[in-house]
Structure formats: C-alpha cells, structure tokens
C-alpha cells in the first residue's frame, strides 16, 4: 500500500494538544510524521484536505451492527460502510446480536467477520450476564480475551443490583468498563415516549425521567462499592448528568456519553406518532436536552455515540406503540454535533474532536484517538462549513429509520481513513 | 416529513377550529329525529360507501356510525379485527392498502393504538373517521357530549364542566377537554393522582385539576362522568375496592352541583363501580340522549367528510 499524505488541513490532535495546519504522512497503517510541508516519499497518495479538518479517526462506542441473527437490518459490512460515511474508523457494536454476545465464539466470530467485511475497525462489547438475561455472568473474561473492549447488556439492562455489583468487581479485574443502559424496566414498563405534555397529549404511555435516573444513581453507588470503571450509555436526562457530574467530583471512574439525537431533539421535537422519533432513552424534556448539551460542554459527559440501531421498515412501518426502538445515528452524528455544540458556541472544535477520539479511547482503553507518531493510521477528514443533506434512501445502511431524512447540516465528513487507507469520500 | 394537511377525514377534536365544531354541531341538529320518530331518511350520500374499521370492542359508535351512514343513504360496510385476516397477521398498513383498493369513500375506524389513524393518515389518501384512537381521541364522542349539553339550553361558554374518572387513559376526557375548551368552558379534571398527570394542565386553556370530587362537582353544571378503564390499566394504579367510594358518582353528590346540572357518560356504565343506579336512573341523567345525539352527530361529520362540503381543517 502507498503511503498517504494528508495536505494542508488543520490538523486537530487533541491528544497531542497539534492544532494548527500541517501535513500528516500515513506509511505501513500508522502515522509517520505530522507537521507543515512534509516531504512526500515517491509514489505517495496525496489528499488535499486544505480548508477541511483533519482529526484522529473517530470512535463510536456505542452501535447496533445485527450481525449475527438480524441481518436484514444491517449486517457488520453494511453498518461498518455507514460508520465510515460518518466518519468514524472504529465501532463498538453492542452484544444483542442472535446469539448474543456473551462468550468467545460469538466475539471471535464478530471480530473475524469485521477483519474480512468490514471497512473500519470494529471492537466488540460483550454482554453482563448470559443472555442478557440480568442472572448469571456471561463469559466475561474470556470475551475479553478474545477482543471485547467492555461490557454491556445493553437495551436489558441488569435490573438485580447484586448481579451488577458483582459484574463491576469481575471486570475490573480484567481492566474493562461496565457499560448500562440506565433504564429501571418496572417504571418505565409499557412506556413509548418520554413522560411528560407531549406524552398526556397524544395519548402515549410515558417512560419517565426518573427510570434512568434510579439507575444511574444505583450504578454509581456500585461503582463507589467496587472500584469499577462505570459508564453511563446514552445519557438523556438532567439529573443523570448532575449525578455523573457529581460522582467525577468525587474521583470515581465515571463516565458518560449522550448521543447526537439527545443533543438535537426534545419530545415536542417528535412528528406526530412517526416512529422514526422513538427510542431509547426517549426524546426528554427541552431542560433535559439543554443539560445534556450543558453536561457535554462542562465536561461531565466524556464522549459522543450514535446508539446507530438500524431496523427495517417493515418494523418501523407500524403502529408507534408497536415499533421498535431505535434510529441510525452513524451518518448524521458529525453533522448534528456541529449544528448543536460547535456552532451555537457551546464547545470548541478541539472538544468537539476530543468527545469523537480521545474521550471513547480513554473510556476503552483503545490505542486510538490520536495522530501521533507511530498510531495507528486513521484519520477522519471534516468540513465545518460545508452544506450537504441527507437523504436515508442512499444510506449505506440495509435500514432507513431516521428522523433527519431531508436534513440539512452545515458540515460533515469528507473522507475516512482507516489503516492508512481512504475508504469512504464524499 | 411526508405530512398532508388537506382536511381529509376527521382525526381529532385538537386541530378543528371553534367555527369548524360550531358547524358539525349546528348541522347535528338538523339531522335529530322528531320526538317518538326514528332518525329522518336523506338522500345526501346516495351511492357512497363507508368502511368501518374496528380493531377494538365497540357496540354503541359502531352501530351509530352505521345507521348514519345508511339514514344518509350511504352503504355502509362493518369489519372486526377478529373476523379479518387483521388475525392472520396482516400489518395495519397492508389492511387499510387492501381495503383501499375496494374503493371505499371513507374508513371509519376504531383500534387500540394512540395515533393508528394519524399514522395512516401519511399513507393514504382516503379519508380517515376516527372512531377512538387508542388514549388519545375520539372526537365524534366529543361532539355528541357538546350537542347534547347545548340541547339543554345551555352555552358552552362559562359552563362549569367536571369531567371524573381514569383521566390519563381516556380519549373520551382529551376530545372533550379540546372541544370544551374552544369554547371558553371551565373544565375540572377529577380522579385519583394516579390517573391525573399535571400535565393535564396543559392540554388547552380552562383546565383545572382536582382529586377531591367534591370540590370537583360543586357548581358543575356538567359532570361527565368516565368508565373504569380495567382494560387500559397496566398496573392497579389505585386500590379498586375503594375506587368507588373516593370517586363514585351518587345521589349525595348531586346536591354540590348546580341544581339543573346534567350526568353524563360514554358508556358502557358500570352500576356501582363509577355511577350508582340511582344517578344513571335519576332525572338529571342524560345519558341515553348521548347515544341518541351520536346518530345525529356522526351523520353531521359523514356528510361533512364525504360530501364534498369542508367545512373545517383537521389533521397535523
């Protein structure tokens, strides 16, 4: 493979603290040099990314591939090519696969399929417990040997406290977070939307704040108890991110992500009964979305990830209390981020970078995030400026649930780098 | 968002003006029979046909809906989901396609989903009758309550309206409190904490709520009174042995409200659960005039649907 040499962008390594415009050469998969005017080696791919941003290859630490079991929603090649058309070189797609994921055959097969199919890189996340099923610990670590970077029963999550104190203190003996989907199943059973005006008034049954918040509160107390590294997923509602603000001030090994839709959307956001608008959390409050938007600029939430759950249209296609969970977040995320943190002057570019590289790799372990020298070589080429709309229908996804079909952001990505190679361009 | 906002069919109460009600209920009167007559005969939709479409138990809207449409002169056809291949697992979407292609004139439906016909309605181009929609609406319900209470002389507007019972769950409360409150009526929304989210408030201007009943009914001109609603109850959200001794309509009641006031229901009653049989008996009770106006009210919105004549804007 030649290498390639990135030109003239301004080069955001937030890992490095690099923020000025240089070149960064690509040799052999990893990063040789980053700096102005490289001197190109013979026969070198150039791109021109002058007037782009240039920042490490972004992590989503949070998918939902459906391979193996559901492959008629997306399969590990289809959701690798929309991950790379969002910019991002590596995901973590969750264990609720058919099997799930809850030992090494089916972390093995994931990894081994995304070494042959798959454009980006992509780092399972086992389950808690066998079969998500909150009883018994899944295989945990011998997944983790096997390659899973964390843990997580993601969309089930352990409702038996005892379980998942016992899940906290068994992965952190392998060095490996406890990933919870922060939902107490008894209150928010048989909800569609988030409770509130917007549910009283149409009629839909509500999934109330406090479902997340009881969790939260429950995990981090956990998480106290045992020494775990915890992270809350798709954090939705204010009180979560005070508590995950007041659990850092504590010095406890808490993190936090909020996906891009909780950052955009609020419940009198959602078309009337379009299941595009639902899942998991819920779209909150207008005051829940302003402090997740606070909680991302103060710091108390580490990263941005899509929750990208694709399902077909003949699941979304329904009744909304019949739908499923869930929407894309692959290929909008970079666009909504702009649009809500960096433009309104919420955050800098340099955060912005950080909550898509350094935050996800630190919460992980990963040895991404970063352009310096002797990385890994994936880069995530963006333009801050540029306007483009998103049409679902030529989405590189099997699925088409969003509700941003038809949208138009002011940037996005441009080009995806994994392994020194481009594998996406716009 | 595919989203037609052309006045097809009638979703619901919320997004109907004030004239738009206005009109449906002046209408309503012209089609009320003569007292000890049957329903009047017209020839106004001769040659029209309407579906209706029901996903959920229903004896009295159902068979209003269809002697509506045929004392308008219409054919009107009843499906149940039971007897429909709605048990072989067709989707809602492939059903209203299939019954589509029949050519119907409108759908008339009923199902248990909040928002099933809004969601049809980005479908399909014919129009939808919405015959109650999950806990969300049921707007000709509303307008038969509305033309029954102005047959008593009344104006809506100043009327002191409790409405008690299962608020959360009822589509019955939500048409109500829409239509009620274009009209500058004072609603008292009144059952157990439970079943009476704050956010009720907020549904239009006019509403107050209350879990005191008695507070609720002094000075009602009006108490609409709703069923228990086992079948939407998730969970025992109160303790029903003492449902109806906080929040059971009886004759002691009565005497806190104003002395023309009205009891009202949607029906089915359940006797000694939400109403005692002295109130349904009593002369204060209107309840069958209810059912009487249905007929008239539902010939007054399929005229307005199917007869080319739009009177009022509905949909989102």
């Not at chain 1, 107390?221 to 603000?245: D, F, N, P, Q, W």
């Not at chain 2, 014919?126 to 033309?147: F, K, S, V, Y």
């Amino acid at each position: 493979m030649p290498a390639l040499v990135i030109r003239n962008g301004r080069v955001i390594d937030p890992a490095s603290g690099y923020d000025g415009v240089a070149d960064v050469w690509i040799e052999d998969g990893a990063v040789r040099a980053v700096g102005p005017n490289t001197a190109a080696p013979a026969g070198a791919e150039t791109f021109d990314a002058t007037g782009l941003v240039v920042a490490p290859g972004f992590i989503d630490m949070h998918v939902h591939l459906r391979e193996p079991g559901f492959e008629h929603a997306e399969t590990i090649e289809s959701g690798a090519r929309a991950a790379a058309a969002g910019g991002f070189t590596s995901i973590c797609p969750m264990p609720n696969t058919a099997p799930v994921n809850d030992n090494a055959t089916v972390t093995s097969y994931i990894i081994e399929k995304a070494r042959k199919h798959a454009v980006v890189n992509v780092w399972p996340i086992g389950a808690i417990t066998k079969n998500s099923a909150g009883e018994e610990l899944a295989a945990i670590g011998s997944m983790r040997q096997a390659g899973a970077v964390a843990i997580s029963d993601d969309g089930r999550p352990v409702m038996n406290a005892r379980v998942m104190r016992r899940a906290m203190e068994f992965a952190r003996g392998f060095g490996i977070p406890v990933i919870d989907h922060c939902e107490d199943l008894h209150l928010s059973a048989g909800g569609d939307m988030h409770e509130g005006a917007e549910s009283v008034r149409l009629g839909l049954r509500g999934i109330p704040g406090s479902s997340e918040d009881v969790m939260v509160a429950r995990d981090i107390l956990l998480a106290e108890v045992t020494g775990a590294r915890y992270h809350v997923a798709h954090i939705s509602s204010r009180h979560a991110v005070e508590m995950v603000a007041f659990a850092k001030s504590r010095g406890l090994a808490v993190t936090a992500e909020a996906t891009p839709h909780h950052l955009a959307l609020a419940d009198d956001d959602i078309a009337p009964y379009d299941s595009n608008y639902k899942m998991k959390p819920p779209l909150r409050s207008r005051g829940d979305v302003h402090s997740v938007v606070q909680g991302v600029a103060s710091g108390a939430i580490d990263a941005i990830a899509t929750d990208h759950a694709p399902h077909p249209g003949s699941e979304k296609m329904q009744e909304f209390e019949k739908c499923p969970f869930g929407i894309l977040g692959l290929e909008t995320a970079l666009g909504l981020a702009l649009e809500n943190l960096v433009h309104p002057g919420k955050i800098g570019l340099g955060h912005l970078v950080r909550l898509f590289t350094t935050g996800p790799a630190r919460i992980l372990g990963l040895d991404r995030g970063t352009l310096s020298a002797g990385a890994p070589g994936d880069v995530t080429i963006f333009s801050t400026d540029r306007t483009w709309t998103y049409d679902v229908n030529k989405s590189f996804s099997k699925s088409r649930n969003s509700p941003f079909d038809g949208k138009t952001f002011r940037g996005g990505p441009v080009a995806t780098v994994v392994g020194g190679r481009i594998v996406w361009q716009a | 968002m595919p989203s037609r906002e052309d006045g097809r069919g009638l979703l619901g109460i919320e997004n109907l003006t004030r004239a738009g009600v206005q009109a449906i209920l002046d209408r309503a009167r012209d089609f009320q029979p003569a007292a000890g007559k049957s329903f009047p005969r017209f020839d106004l939709l001769r040659g029209r046909m309407v579906v209706n479409l029901f996903y959920e138990a229903s004896t009295r809207t159902r068979t209003s809906f269809e002697i509506a449409a045929r004392r308008l002169g219409a054919e009107a056809v009843s499906i149940t989901a039971q007897a429909s291949s709605v048990s072989k697992g067709e989707s809602l979407v492939d059903t209203l396609n299939t019954l589509a292609a029949m050519r119907p004139d409108a759908i008339v439906m009923r199902h248990a989903a909040s928002g099933a016909p809004h969601f049809l309605h980005r479908y399909l181009q014919m129009p939808i009758i919405n015959a109650g929609d999950g806990t969300h609406e049921h707007p000709t319900q509303a307008l038969l309550d509305a033309r029954t209470i102005l047959d008593r002389g009344a104006k809506l507007e100043g009327l002191r309206v409790a409405i008690i019972g299962d608020i959360a769950h009822s589509r019955v409360a939500r048409s109500n409190v829409y239509l009620l409150s274009k009209f500058g009526a004072n609603i008292v929304l009144c059952g157990p904490a439970s079943l009476l989210p704050p956010e009720l408030a907020q549904l239009a201007p006019g509403v107050t709520l209350t879990t005191d009943m008695t507070s609720a009914i002094r000075d009602a001109d009006v108490i609409m009174m709703l069923r228990v609603q086992l079948e939407r109850q998730h969970e025992a959200a109160f303790p029903a042995g003492e449902y109806f001794q906080f929040y059971g309509l009886r004759l002691e009641h009565l005497r806190l409200a104003r002395p023309d006031v009205i009891v009202m229901h949607p029906g089915p009653i359940n006797r000694g659960r939400e109403i005692s049989s002295e109130v349904a008996d009593s002369q204060r009770s209107v309840i069958l005039n209810q059912v009487e106006n249905g007929v008239s009210v539902r010939m007054a919105v399929l005229e307005q649907v199917l007869g080319g004549e739009k009177h009022a804007s509905t949909g989102h």
